[in-house]
């Protein structure tokens, strides 16, 4: 994968076996030279890195080692890791995609190895796409224990039942709370403490289906089965219980569209991958005045 | 305890020895088949309940192992919780309702060893009920490093003099805060990044009053000593600073009643038991345009 | 430092090694006496406080096993965090003086080895002050390596490069996310799921400027590189999006200034000590009717 | 138990209720004693003795913590340790008689505390009776179990059906090695690398059976079903395949009786008290050129 | 494997897939009546057996456990032996014939998972197997690594380059020293204590070569580059300097052959199988007086 | 210190600082040579060396991991070890002689690191230099925890009053018992298993007094306040209650001199350096038939 490739970050739906090795290579080559530059972390570096023959292995050596306890042992969460990651390509097409998801709209992430390493809300969501598989296979008992885990870990607490697409980025992710029957689509981007929450006690299909490019800004907290279009954007700290028509704008608590809810306004760019947290903010401001 | 008898959670404040042992029953009946059916899980499940002689032994070991560190030891630990669990007969029957309230209200909650051991809202709410008793024992400094250990591991933060009452749903659970003089009811639901919060440097009473039977949404900050009624029922993301009277609603931020604050709209169910979070939609929007 | 200084702790910008050795011979009376009225707890005292000859050796013990983990071991913490708290006198007057805060600006907070011990938010900022020291010597792996275990231990997400200034008091804490390029001034007092965020994928200057002595409610989400000046307040819960003028409040989502933004009411208190969350509800209440 | 009586230990064999509480005493005044003089130590001796309410916990938490390993948790080691000593008045004063042996007999020995957690010989000797009494209520896999953990850890490799006795002092420890029907009197002192071994793979009654009061020197080997008299010594470095009466001396390899097998020399007092290793070297040179 | 053809032990030379999978089925079987009989044990049996696929990854995870290090990870070592038991079907075959060894030879060997589970001598042996490979791998570092930890965590010490043959009892096996030019035939049995040791500082050939069915009895001193013959038997606490004929047996300190060194007695059974330790006694006494 | 420099290791008494650099740079270079050709390797030698600035850093590391426990804390010892070698350059020159008699001696010891990460005797030696200096500083109870956790560890037993010179190899050294009123000089080379005990239960000058160039074989047993006289060898299994004069050699059980108590033959090399355990073969043949 060139370079410039990583400015159009869509392109990581796609991701080979060639974006997963020239990725992995990145991640051994930024991982060597800082070793080098800083022998305090040496040792981490080749415990979680360089020893590593694959990128499968080194994600399932350093999720095992986060998410183990004293009676879930780290070797067999290793054991269950890398046999999920090594025989599910477009799983780890995933994981590919959502490195470079951080390392292209996150102007905080200095390396994929920065991501692959310290960022709990990467970390968390390819844990979930492990208790997601487990899920599917009806292994409930064991996707439940791992959630409980992530939700410890990392404060990030994504039920094994919902789905996920590539190529998402969960910055700084403290505090997301997805629900069972949510869906989110591809390059998302969503901020921490954003809660996908249901409506209620009844079961059911309860929890909110968020599209394709969609940005949800911090604290945002949205309920229901309600549609989130693709390319919409959720302004921060907004309490969203209305469907969001695609490239449209919510914001507010409650949450009100952009322009109106009849004419809503409508942008060009596609904000999961943009970023642009507050640009509604003068249209906002007209608009509450 | 018949199965029926689930739907009708109130009861569970008069849980008995009997309720204990049927929960107990239904707990270790669920690991033996969890056991069975996931054998990677079955270490887990045999240190964690089906090696224990009753519920007490099982939480006060799990909730060992979970708080430990290097510095406190789980053997104490377990020995603390033990010595509570075992002696103090009403905590014990909040632990049973607790329990019951998660797998009544909870639509994702599939068995009560599933809230055990997963949970980290029902775990987080049965190491306070232990802090609480060694504060009013005046073993402050004890009570005060459990706390810091329960915020650290379940980024859950709730004072050891906060008074909680039985059958209580911390759902999802990640960020609560409550606050030193709070008092929660009895059946209440409350969910993630709730705040029962104080008003500044003052001490003295200073924290909300929570009644029975409330439901509290995701994100609300309720701050000051006021009184939510029994019954009432607070809009996620709401800012609350005002008396919410019995069976109100109160949304928004800052939140206000809905029905308007003279009449506001009193709801018949028990919005705590229910988990009824957005039937007030309509009525809301209404409201504010 | 005499007790009744305590009361003005903005003072406590000036501590002195004497303040220190002060502080420090507080905290070993306490330990001291809560050894002796807690047997099961005179273990942890010994180790984390009792045993070690300065309040610099005690706290790095501490910060290096809370935040060790099974590939960055707590030895090497200890050493790191001890060379930088020894060597750099101004840090160590900045642990001091948010000692000083924390003990007088919260009314739960009964003694300076509670909040040395248990405050999350106390010792992740001690140990952000660290990672920022390695930030600005380009040790920047090491750094976000730190940065990253603060945030999975404690929910606590400060960037290194952010800059915080002394008498810092982040009560509660869970879930604070304080951007890159943000700054924060002397004697701010920051509550929980506070977001200092930046605005989108754009590098470069992006996040806060948070004066002295400003005072900033549970769950605010203030974004963007604006202003919040000296002896501001920001309510509970608030988007702010606008700058907030020095000695004025702003609250609401989108956030407005109490008083309306051409004549913003100014108060005479500093808010960031007084910890005076609601007087302008009264007010508010006015505006927003 | 007054001081002087420490002098006969074989009064030790009659300790009753008071004669443990005495000890206990002790052991809580020297550990305080040391815990004051010695800052570093202090955490060490509240955790394993000042924090316990009993002999039997301290043991109980102290075997626990050497014995676990990442997958027999100490808390489960911690219950079946102090279920055993809390229930069992023989146990506990074959354990108060080996702390007044090791006392009385090491030279090298200032304190029971020292004993209790230093001497492996002492820790393994009572981890055997634990192993000893679930072998004769036939859990013979948790018995082995242990068993292994008693020889990874202190390097002391008892069977658990062995019998032994009270007022034992495994000096050193290192290397013992005592088969599946092997017994021991009581009041017998034994060193490093002794044996008491089987004769080959038939199984049945086929290891020694020493009696009381002997001493068995350093790495003496003794093997097969012989009977080693009370009052009898051998030798260290002895290999003893031949009964060895009562108050006679076996040394040599193989070992033969000083004195001569006919008139075997016999000697007043009873070595394994006295622990006197060589005061036949002069007979014994006589009698070898 | 007929359980009759346990008595023939030196058929396990050619022991194939089958008998491991025999072996596997019976320590699963085992395992699982004891995980029944005894609920305390049953996570432990889980964990190390019952959750594994095959006798390689049990035993993978059990010695990873035993041998890792806060150094030195469990997930590394657990990765290292699967990676070589899985893929050396010699190495699996000469485990197998090592566990029947230990069924067939040791009366206190109850079971096949008491071995695998317990018996340091048969763990240390597979390790050793371990750092063999790497060793002839010319991977020097990392098999002395390995070596260290054997010998820290068993006190078993066999150097890497030592060759060992299949069916090989190290019983009791504390304190067993076996050195760089070392060789054991197959069926040999070992007891604890024994040395296999040079003669001084300079390199080259300098260790004992023991032929097949040779039996060493505890303590045993050899030292030197001599022949063991086949079928040959070393007396407990032999020191032994001199060449021992095919189906002889030395004994003493320094030892010399039974029936004189021109003439020696030959016996007609393989001590190694038989482990018979002390016939030869009545015809020692007749040559020593 | 030229490499040839290292076939004298007798200069190794006068270590000086050059020699530790020398060394120290050493270890360096192999460890990166090994983190090199093994990755899976290099965390280990990264975590225990190379990010290490000095032997003394990398050795107290070392020790404080292997000798810690979960109530004694690494880094309380890690702390310990550095502060007494680094303040004490005669204890630091020990550590460097010993390296280099490991490195001279023993044709199995590859490199300097080799010896400083593997060797149990080289870290139970260094460790027991630490609790001797914290002897005669009267910090018993220190010292005595130490003491019993190398013995727990390394199976290594030496009393913290004993007096140990420099320059020493304890060869594999599993079971080495040295008593408290034991001396051993300079340049000695002790095997495993050896003991050097006391002769009794009365106090006082009780142990054996060993000569400078001294080379103990593997379990040989000296008794009693006796001097093995500079020079002097003891063969391998010996039990040893006479005085030997220097340059002579005791063999056998009980030990007599080879070439008679009268007229003992005398060698003319230092065995502790030459390390010739089994020349007098030849001589003691002739003598003892």
Redesign the interface.
């Known amino acids: 994968m060139p370079a410039e490739e990583l400015i159009t970050p869509q392109s990581s739906l796609e991701t080979s076996d060639d974006d997963e090795a020239w990725v992995w290579a990145q991640i051994k080559a930024e991982a060597r030279r ?2 080098e ?12 890195i ?2 590593h023959s694959s990128l499968a292995r080194s994600l399932s ?1 350093h999720l ?3 998410l ?9 969460l ?3 890791f890398l046999n999920v990651f090594s025989s599910d390509d477009p799983l780890r097409a995933a994981v590919v995609a959502d490195l470079c998801a951080a390392r ?5 992430c ?1 390396s994929f190895s ?1 991501c692959l ?4 809300g990467f970390l968390a969501c390819q844990a979930h796409r492990v208790t997601h598989k487990l899920w599917t296979q009806e ?4 996707a ?2 791992l ?2 885990r992530i ?5 990030v ?1 994504i ?1 094994p039942a919902a789905k996920i697409g590539k190529g998402i980025l969960f910055d ?1 992710a ?2 997301v ?1 997805i ?2 029957t949510a869906v989110i689509g591809n390059n998302c981007s969503i ?3 954003v ?1 996908l ?8 299909d ?1 929890h909110p289906k968020v599209g394709d490019g969609v940005l949800i ?3 945002a ?1 949205i ?2 089965n309600i549609k989130i279009g693709d390319g919409a954007k959720v ?5 969203v ?1 209305i469907e969001v028509p695609p490239r449209t704008t919510a ?4 949450a009100r569209l952009v322009g109106g809810k009849d004419k809503p306004s409508r942008h060009e760019d596609i904000p999961g ?6 640009s509604f ?1 003068s249209e ?2 007209d608009y ?1 005045i």
């Open positions: 800082d070793a530059s800083e022998p305090a972390l040496a040792s981490y570096l080749y415990s979680t360089l020893s050596f095992g080692n986060k183990c306890s004293s009676t879930l042992m780290s070797t067999l290793y054991d269950l292209a709209r996150d102007p905080a200095l920065q390493l310290n960022y709990k292994r409930w008992p064991l439940l224990a959630h409980a939700s410890d870990v990392f404060s607490d039920h700084h403290t505090g709370v629900g069972e901020l921490h403490h809660t929450g249901g409506t209620g006690k009844a079961g059911g309860r800004g911090a604290a907290t309920l229901g302004g921060a700290g907004s309490v219980l914001v507010g608590n409650p991958e943009s970023m642009d947290h507050t903010i906002w401001s509450i």
